[in-house]
């Protein structure tokens, strides 16, 4: 079998890191086994060198994590959807973060016309946020710091995109929360920037956007 060794290679890791886990904490996976209790959603890039746990310094059970290509909020894409709707209103958690990273290859290739397959109309979506901003873009001629600077704003985008979600709509409502965030890790150095666009409720969303409060019925336990 071809490259059996690096494949085996996850599975012996895997067995040693189990072991140190036991070793520094005997009840580690006995406490995780029981349940869940993330304070954050993590919202970001499929690209491998953005790891959430590893990034944030945090451990299993500390971040329910969503991932897909360019860390997109595609109001129509149910996986996503599920994912939020569990975290915000099961888990209840009290951020969500949108963590994009500069060197989006997603991002990059919405500026290009290349045609890479069926991942063009993922990337439709970002292309979209180019044509929302061309005023601010087109004026920047660095190339890196146009990428630099379309790659936040597809970040905070994506943040107004859950305000616009009914699902955070309807839990600003009833809990004040939870808080969304965006932030963009950079590959180059591992420092994570906050854009400070966070948002706690809808007084900024333009009024299209903004649903009618519903009357919530208190669930009884
Ligand atoms: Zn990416």
Redesign the pocket.
Known sequence: MPDSKSYQQLLLQNKAWVEQKNNEDKDFFKRLSLTQTPEFLWIG?A?SRVPANEITGTAPGEVFVHRNI?NMVVHTDMSMLSVLDYAVNVLEVKHVVVCG?YG???VLAAMGNKQIGLIDNWIRHIKDVYRMHVDELDLITDIKAKQDRFIELNVIEQVYDLGKTSIIQNAWQKRGGPVVHGWVYDIRNGLIKDLKVSMDNDEDMPDVYRFEKTTFTPVTK
């Open positions: 890039c690209d360019a990273h989006c290859g997603g």
